[in-house]
């Protein structure tokens, strides 16, 4: 089946440093990305859509100069948090979907970031 | 706007069935979905739907979806342990093509 696979799945980091989150489709391309942010015991929230070869998407209230998205080729899209800060700890899943079919979207594992 | 909306909690007997359901408010919904999740982990999508279709069935799995009432469910036959874990509705959107997801409902299989 369709696979997408993030990375890390776990960072701990000092306040004020750069992450980068990797979300790759690992056998089929996807023009679209997705990138959703879930706190505990919460549903997820999509934080902006990636599209290969042009511009991120964001979602009303999400910080474009925060989180940075790249999405250089058909099958990589890279989420970077910026200066992080403690309120920005929480788990980040990015979801691919496939540009044959179209749907549905496959998520990766997710990454946990903590900022201390 | 769109909204989904799913009970919180739901507590079975491993054997028995479980069904867990969802409300959605987007008529214009082309395809809906199930996802679960176990602690720590992403989403795995179990099965999904197509907004023209009444019934799918996948081995344990059943999606009953009455669009009139814009009433999605989920019927998990032989509940066992291992299908413990928070389950996520969720529609695509018709206007932009986004998932919109439900709160998730907790599913806790007793032995």
Redesign the interface.
Known sequence: GAVVSQHPSWVICKSGTSVKIECRSLDFQATTMFWYRQFPKQSLMLMATSNEGSKATYEQGVEKDKFLINHASLTLSTLTVTSAHPEDSSFYICSARDRVSNQPQHFGDGTRLSIL | GEDVEQSLFLSVREGDSSVINCTYTDSSST?L?W?KQEP??????LT?IFSNMDMKQDQRLTVLLNKKDKHLSLRIADTQTGDSAIY?CAE?AGNTG??I????TTLQVKP
Do not use: C
């Open positions: 395809y979905y996802y720590g982990a992403g989403l795995q999508l999904y996520f695509r986004k998932l997801f439900g709160q998730g």
